[in-house]
């Protein structure tokens, strides 16, 4: 196999790791602030991280030429506002459902963005194939089994995160429209910087945050900022350089089932049997949906 495709697999190994451990990072946080304070926090250190990597890039094409133009700079501006408020939504929801849910259900309820994308995508006349409706009705199945009680009831944290995974695909679409246009750094900085000041706006409106209560979230605060937003985006910008197709989206569905053992191993999270089976069909159908495309041209050239 080529050396670089195994280096870009090990890459995004990693960052699913750190990713799926993040939702423990986050669940541990909100014993001690709030989940404004904590996303305002840990998307400015995420920031901060990138800044290194734009003045890198921006010293290594200087006497080049480049496509800067103020319609360019006005794009990034305000495609990367538009993008923080989507991840600001998602984020603040998936962080506000981790006060009532468990890290492994948060991981997974999240993970099913990968299959409402193309869903969504409809509305913009994108494409879908049989794939993506059968993995949308796996993962509803599996969400059915995870979360929804025998009262036909939902519980509030596990509704809160799936609210949540409709601004994680609207943010992958925006995203998806915006990078082959932008600088991917710039975009990013710009869309965490927002997320950033958003959530300590609203922290400052309704949150009561002490400097105890930071000193004492500060571990959780670092990795989710640092390692979650920082390191692991800028791993898979690295790794999706070279990486197959089909690898990333096996490798980063795992993101789900790393939360799981994240929250068995440091929060003694259990699942049931039920929502074993659940987490099973939400997998499937995430990454049948990813796959499908993959598979079936695979088929093809077999049959030729």
């Not at 990693?14 to 909100?30: D, E, L």
């Not at 943010?171 to 997320?195: E, K, M, N």
């Not at 609203?202 to 605060?221: D, R």
């Not at 993959?294 to 093809?300: E, K, M, P, V």
């Amino acid at each position: 196999m080529n050396t670089s495709i195994i280096r870009s697999d090990f890459l995004l190994l990693s960052t699913a790791i750190i990713w799926g451990f993040a939702f423990v990072a986050q669940r541990v946080g909100m014993d001690y602030v709030g989940p404004f304070i904590f996303n305002g926090v840990r998307f400015a250190l995420g920031a901060l991280v990138l800044l290194p990597f734009i003045l890198k890039n921006r010293d290594s094409s200087r006497g080049i030429p480049t496509k800067s133009s103020p319609a360019n700079t006005r794009l990034v501006t305000y495609g990367g506002i538009t993008a923080g408020i989507a991840l600001f939504s998602g984020a603040s929801l998936q962080q506000m459902g981790l006060v009532y849910t468990t890290a492994g259900n948060a991981g997974f309820i999240t993970g099913l963005y990968v299959v409402i994308v193309p869903v969504l995508g409809i509305f913009f006349r994108h494409k879908t194939n049989t794939g993506t409706w059968t993995g949308a009705f796996l993962a509803a199945a599996g969400l059915y089994l995870l979360s929804v009680t025998e009262h036909f009831t939902m519980a509030f944290g596990d509704l809160l995160v799936l609210i949540g995974a409709f601004f994680w695909a609207a943010h992958v679409l925006i995203i998806g429209w915006l990078s082959p246009r932008l600088d991917s750094f710039r975009l990013a900085l710009i869309q965490y910087t927002a997320c950033s000041a958003l959530s300590i706006i609203v922290s400052l409106m309704i949150e009561n945050t002490t400097f105890f209560s930071l000193v004492q979230a500060c571990i959780p605060i670092f990795y989710g900022g640092v390692m979650s937003v920082g390191i692991a985006y800028t791993l898979q910008i690295m790794a999706q350089k070279n990486a197959h197709p089909a690898h990333a989206a096996i490798i980063l569905s795992l993101e789900a089932v790393f939360a799981a053992v994240g929250g068995w191993m440091i929060l003694d999270e259990v699942f049931t049997p039920r929502e074993l089976l659940g987490c099973a069909l939400m997998l499937s159908g995430m990454l049948l949906s990813q796959l499908w495309s993959f598979i079936r041209s695979r088929n093809r050239r077999i049959i030729a």
